[in-house]
């Protein structure tokens, strides 16, 4: 599976904006994904996963109600929908792959990496 995001870009707090992640190989409906991110001199942080089917998500505490993970298994597509974006949601975003039933926050349990795509939310 190889995973390529996009949809980041410069924009002021309190501002949405829509990451996408899409998917090469036949298998991708079968996986989970999450979204992870990565803040200038910080560790790769876990936003959101969904499951395979899409039939359960999610987030973490910080994102909780302003993010949302979705996908479309025909398009081999999942977005990351974000509202209300804080500076401390500057980051470059990263989508991640992991045959798994469960959804998991660590990043050890992803398998597919693809190339970040960066978010950066002015005050």
């Known amino acids: 599976v190889q995973l390529q995001a996009f949809g980041g870009g410069l924009v002021q707090a309190g501002s949405s904006l829509r990451l996408s992640c899409a998917a090469s190989?036949?298998?991708?409906?079968?996986?989970?994904v999450g979204w992870f991110r990565q803040a200038p001199g910080k560790g790769r942080e876990f936003v959101a996963a969904?499951?395979?089917?899409?039939?359960?998500?999610y987030y973490a505490d910080s994102v909780k109600g302003r993010f949302t993970i979705s996908r479309d298994n025909g398009k081999n597509t999942v977005s990351l929908q974000m509202i209300t974006l804080k500076p401390e949601d500057t980051a470059v975003y990263y989508c991640?792959?992991?045959?798994?039933?469960?959804?998991?926050?660590?990043?050890?349990?992803?398998?597919?990496w693809g190339q970040g795509t960066e978010v950066t939310v002015s005050s």
């Open positions: 991640a792959a992991g045959a798994m039933a469960r959804l998991y926050s660590d990043p050890q349990k992803y398998h597919y």
């Open positions: 190989g036949r298998t991708f409906s079968t996986y989970a």
């Open positions: 969904i499951r395979w089917s899409g039939s359960l998500t």
